[in-house]
């Protein structure tokens, strides 16, 4: 009877470690923002790269300062091209979903913009890339979409 007591005590403590560990969130590492625009950018051929102060990306991509824990924007200061890096690592996942979606509505208000100013440069507009991992948001819009897609693996091996 103790020999069983003992082995139920065991198999509890066992189930209970991979609940624990099932249920345990696995950490993601993530460059800082400025850190992945800098890597993002080496490489590109932007026309006038600028990097856009946290209170006027804001404004630009219409985010909440709550949602966000970490940022970086390099866009180019001329506007004549819409190109431009955004990375924001949000300060949980649900502020991750809504920054996404803010992206993807910038991306759309600026073809909109394009469309008659610059239409020859709509391409990049469309072929943006917009990813995401753990809580850290990108969008590229660039010349060399492919450079920026390599470059963004590279960093998120």
């Not at 759309?108 to 913009?113: F, G, I, M, P, V």
């Not at 060399?144 to 693996?153: F, H, I, P, V």
Request: aromatic share 8%; glycine share 2%.
């Amino acid at each position: 009877m103790k020999k069983l007591s003992r082995l139920s005590v065991f198999i509890f403590l066992l189930m209970l470690m991979f609940v624990i560990q099932g249920c345990s969130k696995t950490d993601v590492k993530l460059l800082a923002a400025q850190a992945m625009a800098d890597a993002l950018l080496t490489g590109q051929d932007f026309n006038e790269p600028f990097n856009i102060k946290k209170e006027k990306m804001i404004e630009l991509l219409a985010f909440d300062n709550e949602d966000i824990a970490d940022s970086a924007m390099v866009m180019d200061i001329s506007r004549i091209t819409p190109e431009c890096i955004v990375v924001i690592t949000a300060s949980s996942q649900k502020a991750a979903e809504r920054i996404k979606q803010s992206l993807k509505e910038y991306q759309q208000s600026l073809k909109a913009q394009y469309i008659n100013y610059r239409p020859d440069e709509v391409y990049k507009i469309d072929e943006a890339l917009i990813r995401s991992k753990g809580l850290q948001q990108v969008l590229v819009i660039s010349p060399q979409q492919g450079k920026a897609e390599e470059s963004l693996n590279a960093i998120w091996k």
